[in-house]
């Protein structure tokens, strides 16, 4: 059973790269990263993130040996999308909502205006009716 290390180098080989060239890419020294191919000592999680970014490579292969199967990577496309298509939808109920509020809110201040000018009319047409002109009193 091949070990960590031992499919990095593999990977490694496969992109034409030197230990020290990926040793270089994942910012650790060239002993260290001997170390990590002889199977002496573990990566980091950042630098096992580094490596299988650089080589292009899933952590399934690197850590376990395992290819992710074409059914495994559809299904995390799809859930992938599924999960954008769920964002942009509810981003447009935001938007919906907010233009509902905004609706909302323009049509109180509009009942209110109304309720203002009801108020002005109605106290302006009593006081007319109320009050005789100048002309009635004189005559």
Not at 4 to 22: A, F, P, Y
Not at 29 to 44: A, M, R, V, Y
Not at 116 to 139: D, F, G, V
Request: hydrophobic share 30%; proline share 2%; glycine share 2%.
């Amino acid at each position: 059973m091949k070990n960590i290390g031992i499919r990095i180098k593999e990977k490694r080989k496969e992109n034409n790269l030197s230990q020290k060239d990926l040793a270089e890419k994942v910012g650790i020294d060239n002993s260290q990263f001997s170390k990590i191919e002889s199977g002496k000592l573990l990566p980091t999680i950042s630098q096992l993130v580094e490596i299988c970014s650089i080589l292009n490579e899933s952590m399934d292969w690197i850590v376990l040996g395992k290819k992710s199967s074409p059914d495994q990577m559809d299904i995390v496309d799809m859930q992938t999308k599924h999960i954008e298509i769920q964002e942009k939808y509810i981003k447009s109920l935001e938007r919906e909502l907010e233009d509902l509020k905004n609706n909302l809110r323009f049509n109180e201040a509009l009942k209110k205006e109304i309720e203002i000018l009801k108020k002005e009319k109605t106290s302006t047409s009593s006081t007319a009716m109320a009050r005789p002109t100048k002309e009635l009193k004189n005559k």
